[in-house]
């Protein structure tokens, strides 16, 4: 592994009240994990909780994020949220990119990268979603996928900035509910091609998460991948429970 911290987290989607976000952070708060773990912690809650969240996590290893931002810094762009006001409300993270905004939210390789510069500009720490559809899997096409969409990620940045980048490798088969895992073995070899592609592009190694149906019983398997260099946990990590239970598992092994 390139990286000594594993980064260990979780995107709420479009899940939790105020009131079930703050019992989650409150959750966090509590244990010795949030503040000794060797691993760099995350949670992407609904906007909706960002403020609120990021507040009670203050103090923690735990960083919160936002699950989307617009490209530009203010505007007549009614119902988006911009990198500035994500960083206003305690965000430090920006997730960009989740294959449910490239499908339903018309999220292309274009506005992706368009982010990716708006998020670096006011302190965020991009984190890209990449994945390969089940029909380019099965035709064979999930390298030509994945260095579309990573090459166009980094295209409007400085080679330095790229260097505070990080990617999360998402197969669009694996992710939701009823997704297929992937097998470990394939996913570390994909985060190698993944980073080959990066350091090509940009001269760095960055950091690539895996997320696609990550549970307890594969968590320390492809953790312990040698690309693999966190995890960007589901359903499974929806409890606090359930999150930290994953973050024993791994950092135990």
């Not at 070899?189 to 549970?215: D, F, M, P, W």
Request: glycine share 10%; aromatic share 6%; with cysteine.
């Amino acid at each position: 592994m390139a990286f000594d911290t594993l980064w260990i987290g979780t995107s709420w989607k479009m899940n939790k009240l105020r009131a079930e976000a703050r019992a989650f952070a409150e959750a966090l708060v509590g244990t010795d994990l949030a503040r000794n773990t060797a691993a760099q912690l995350f949670v992407i809650p609904p906007f909706t909780a960002v403020a609120e969240v990021a507040g009670l996590l203050a103090g923690t290893r735990v960083r919160v994020g936002v699950q989307n931002v617009h490209w530009a810094e203010a505007g007549a762009w009614t119902g988006e949220i911009s990198a500035p006001m994500a960083a206003d409300c305690g965000a430090t993270i920006a997730e960009i990119g989740h294959s449910e905004r490239r499908t339903y939210f018309g999220e292309t390789d274009e506005t992706v990268s368009m982010k990716v510069a708006a998020a670096l500009r006011h302190g965020l720490t991009p984190l890209v979603c990449v994945g390969d559809t089940r029909d380019e899997h099965d035709a064979g096409r999930t390298a030509e996928a994945l260095e579309r969409q990573v090459r166009a990620a980094v295209s409007r940045i400085s080679r330095a900035e790229a260097e505070r980048v990080v990617i999360a490798y998402e197969p669009v088969w694996s992710i939701g509910e009823g997704g297929t895992p992937a097998e470990p073995g394939f996913a570390d070899a994909q985060h190698a091609r993944i980073k080959a592609t990066l350091a090509e592009v940009t001269g760095h190694e960055l950091r690539v998460l895996y997320g696609g149906s990550v549970n307890p019983g594969n968590c320390v398997a492809l953790a312990a991948q040698p690309h693999i260099d966190g995890l960007f946990i589901g359903r499974s990590a929806w409890a606090p429970e359930g999150f930290l239970g994953i973050v024993g598992q791994v950092g135990a092994a």
